[in-house]
């Protein structure tokens, strides 16, 4: 059956293309050269220098009701035990590849996400990954899943999300934050402020079913 | 085939259900409610992006490129997907997509219940499909494309409850009612509508009026979901040709725990959203969100790409699903149609939609969109009173992201409707045809044409007051029913010309040769 249907869409098409007397003139070359004469005039590359677009992105954050923490590499446990027991939580999920020295080393139960079964990853309220790039002007954060930044669901089901990035992830545009990501077959969220909705009355409201907590740790 | 387009094909003509809705005064209120607020975020998150032009010029540019090379990308997809562990199938028409997901569904559920599935359906003549247990269940992230096909109704019939998790989607889900427009499906119901539907629905006897009480209540209600069913159904916003991934904007977080948590993900993609390259989605991640939902950035996108191990849905199937759009690919006009990515902004600009609200179109698809693109999937069979619902102002064709000439579309489909009567006995008969017929006549024939005009001249006496004619009698009176229209004049233009020209004696005294 789908075999079927597979011949008879591509060929539909192909005959419908060819039944179009503008067509043959616009497809003589190969859909490569056509594709690279496609006019791209919009911004591609930063206008604003570092510092600015380092502002841009904090104010997004701040827009989008984010908590901002500034610290240095050595600072991270402490600034995640800080951001835990103002939230009131003790439990913190990680991945598999958090560093060690990232975790604080009181009050808070550290879980390790080895493939945990459902429930215990369910549990956790709060969970601490770094991303990849954080674009500026529109204040997302882009994760790449896996050890590292965590399976998609580690992400998704705490209410609390504590990211780590440095200062150099950050870009002004999404053009450059799409060239930064490597592994483009692994699954990919990007996040632009807590999950929210105005589909009752177009009053928004935040907090859905993703996290409705983001707390940046900006090194 | 059967091509189908939600309830395209019971549904009235838009004047008479226009006529019906503009008499609901809660419904009109909530619908300029919700229209206003969501354009004026959209003007201000346009204004402050100098580019924007550009961006609207390539994103056109990249879909025409798409489509005209559309066999091409949509093999590319394929192979890409399936490399990656996915599995792709092709559907002609809404019948074929829903038989393929209810056959999906049903294995996937033997399966994850212990039950043995049977792969090859020929095992059993009598029943095509493996044994299902009790309760199939899917969650489904919002997709217009299932809406499309009838999928929830066709689900239902084979015993399969699908669980909309989309807060407006659960809305219009739980009142029975349809969708009225393609980003905010329930903006034609309050707060308190909403509460009345959840307390029926939710078995809740305390619920507050607040928009967040309402949510939250959502949130709660559809965690177990999230966590329990097994199989999960999405539509895809992009297809990613380059890298076979499939691409979700959302909002809510509904789409992640839909795309992510299930153990079996069935994604619904019409052959027209696959784009070239992921690099395209620089284009068009700017694009829809700004133009949908007035946001620099929704909240969340998911792209993945066939199966990741370890992460999310262990396995995952493609439906690619024709349903009409192969009918539009041989005419630009028609084929300029299938850039649209969704984002209805064209329904909160128009004034006919603004006034009438989604549902008067009576299809899912509704506002300038949905007036050139349902009749279009129907094949001019349905929905031909739409391409006449609009005043041609043109708001729709300026706000676009992909910059689809909207108002010139619906001429052409106007023109189509047309050609379409005249081959039609009743159609040569029509008052119209003829009339128009006779109006080529005289346009060809000035003797004629001057003649015409004396006797009309001569017959409008009957029909004029203080130099207008009202009540004017047969096709005509429709028009004078609400304007009054400018007698003819004692002289015409044409022998005004002749008359000056022979006055002034430079014996250029000009008449046509019949």
Redesign the interface.
């Known amino acids: 059956m789908t075999d079927d249907a597979r011949f008879t869409v591509l060929d539909t098409i192909r005959r419908q293309l060819a039944a179009d007397p503008d067509v043959e003139t616009l497809i003589d070359d190969s859909p490569e050269e056509a594709y690279a004469r496609i006019p791209r005039t919009y911004q591609r590359t930063a206008k604003l220098n570092h510092e600015e677009t380092l502002e841009l992105f904090y104010d997004r954050l701040r827009d989008y009701d984010s908590e901002l923490v500034f610290t240095n590499e050595a600072g991270i446990a402490n600034a995640v035990a800080d951001a835990m027991r103002e939230a009131n939580e003790t439990l913190l999920l990680v991945p598999a590849g958090v560093p060690q020295e990232w975790l604080p080393q009181h009050d808070v139960e550290v879980r390790r996400d080895f493939d945990l079964p459902l429930q215990p990853l369910e549990e956790p309220r709060v969970v601490l990954t770094p991303c990849t790039v954080a674009i500026a002007m529109s204040g997302t954060i882009i994760l790449e899943h896996g050890d590292g930044q965590g399976r998609r669901a580690a992400t998704l089901l705490p209410d609390h999300h504590i990211c780590v990035l440095w200062r150099d992830q950050v870009v002004e545009t999404i053009a450059e934050a799409l060239q930064r990501i490597t592994h483009r077959t692994s699954p990919i969220t990007t996040i632009a402020g807590p999950s929210a909705t105005s589909d009752i009355e177009m009053t928004r409201i935040r907090g859905v079913h993703g996290p409705r907590r983001l707390t940046a740790i900006i090194l | 085939m059967t091509v189908r387009v939600g309830h395209t094909a019971e549904k009235p003509a838009f004047p008479i259900l226009a006529h019906e809705l503009l008499q609901d005064d809660q419904t009109r209120r909530?619908v300029r409610?919700?229209t206003n607020?969501?354009r004026n975020k959209r003007a201000l998150r346009v204004e402050e992006m100098?580019?924007w032009q550009?961006?609207r010029?390539?994103a056109h540019?990249?879909k025409t490129?798409t489509l005209?090379?559309?066999?091409?990308?949509?093999?590319e997809f394929e192979r890409n997907c399936i490399r990656?562990g996915g599995q792709v199938?092709?559907?002609?028409d809404a019948d074929?997509a829903n038989?393929?997901a209810i056959q999906l569904i049903q294995q996937a559920a033997a399966r994850q219940s212990g039950v043995k599935g049977h792969a090859q359906p020929s095992d059993r003549p009598s029943s095509p499909y493996p044994s299902v247990p009790a309760h199939a269940e899917v969650i489904k992230v919002k997709t217009m494309t299932s809406d499309e096909i009838g999928m929830n109704h066709a689900l239902e019939q084979r015993g399969i409850t699908p669980w909309e998790?989309?807060?407006?989607d659960m809305?219009v889900q739980m009142g029975k009612d349809e969708p009225s427009h393609i980003v905010?499906p329930?903006?034609h119901k309050?707060?308190h509508q909403?509460r009345e539907l959840f307390l029926q629905n939710m078995g809740l006897t305390e619920l507050g009026t607040e928009?967040?009480d309402?949510?939250g209540a959502?949130?709660h209600y559809?965690?177990k979901k999230?966590?329990e069913v097994g199989i999960g159904i999405s539509g895809a916003n992009f297809a990613i040709a380059e890298?076979?991934?499939v691409c979700v904007v959302e909002?809510?977080?509904?789409g992640?725990?839909c795309v992510?948590?299930p153990k079996t993900l069935i994604t619904l993609i019409g052959?027209e959203k696959v784009i070239?390259?992921?690099?395209d989605?620089?284009?068009f991640?700017?694009l829809l969100p700004r133009s949908a939902?007035g946001?620099?950035?929704?909240?969340?996108?998911?792209?993945?790409?066939?199966v990741?191990h370890?992460?999310?849905p262990q396995e995952f199937h493609v439906i690619?699903l024709?349903n009409g759009r192969?009918?539009m690919?041989?005419?630009?006009r028609e084929?300029e149609t299938l850039n649209c990515i969704r984002c209805g902004a064209c329904l909160n600009q128009c004034p006919v939609y603004r006034e009438t609200g989604g549902h008067a179109y009576g299809s899912i698809y509704s506002g300038p969109i949905g007036a050139i693109l349902s009749p279009q999937l129907n094949g001019m069979k349905y929905s031909r009173s739409l391409p006449y619902a609009s005043s041609l102002c043109g708001a729709c064709y300026e706000v676009c992201p992909v910059k689809i000439n909207i108002p010139e579309t619906l001429i052409h489909l106007r023109g189509k409707i047309v050609e379409q009567d005249q081959n039609t006995l009743a159609g040569k008969l029509s008052q119209e045809s003829m009339g128009m017929k006779m109006a080529a006549h005289l346009f060809e024939h000035p003797k004629q044409y001057e003649a015409a005009q004396r006797l009309a001249r001569t017959g409008q006496g009957l029909f004029e007051k203080d130099g207008k004619l009202v009540n004017l009698p047969g096709m005509a009176a429709g028009w004078t029913q609400y304007r009054d229209l400018r007698a003819l004049p004692k002289q015409s233009f044409r022998e005004w010309w002749k008359r000056s020209r022979t006055n002034r004696g430079d014996g250029s005294n000009w008449s046509g040769n019949d």
């Open positions: 909530n409610h919700a607020v969501i100098p580019d550009d961006l010029t390539t540019a990249i490129h005209l090379h559309l066999p091409h990308y949509l093999e990656a199938h092709w559907a002609r074929e038989t393929i998790t989309d807060l407006a809305i905010v329930a903006l309050n707060r909403v928009a967040e309402l949510t959502a949130r559809l965690r999230f966590l890298t076979g991934s909002s809510e977080g509904n992640r725990m992510t948590m052959i070239p390259k992921f690099d989605l620089e284009v991640l700017q939902t946001e620099r950035m929704n909240p969340y996108n998911s792209i993945w790409t066939g990741t370890g992460d999310g690619l024709d192969t009918r690919m041989a005419n630009v084929r």
